[in-house]
């Protein structure tokens, strides 16, 4: 839910959770499409995001392409606090993994308090 931003962030939530103490950051670059919200929020079916080590990354983009399937290289996984994503080389978003995951965690908290 939320498109490729939110799946993105996620799945660096899911690394803040599970024993690594460090977690994973993402750097994210997108030079294409309609609008930066269009790009990063859009929930388009039938894409997935798949994380793969560098050295492998080759034999995977050969793969799709001998099955017919459409592959895109995103950005990378870093092992730090930071989530960026440039859409046409400017930052859409960027900020500490921390601030982002209690957003999102504690979101419906942070608005009944307003009120």
Known sequence: DGGLAV???ES???SVSSN????LGAKIS?????????ELFNERGARAVVSVAPEK??????????????THEL?????DTAFRIEYKG???????????????AH????ILKVQ
């Open 7 to 9: 799946t993105v962030a």
């Open 12 to 14: 660096c939530f899911a």
């Open 20 to 23: 690594n103490s460090l977690g």
């Open 30 to 38: 997108i030079d294409e499409g309609v609008s930066s919200d269009f």
């Open 57 to 70: 990354l080759a034999v995977v983009l050969a793969t799709a392409r001998q099955y017919g399937v459409a």
């Open 75 to 79: 950005g990378k996984v870093a092992r």
């Open 90 to 104: 400017h930052a859409a978003i960027d900020s500490p993994i921390d601030t982002l995951r209690d957003a999102w």
């Open 107 to 110: 979101s419906l908290e942070q």
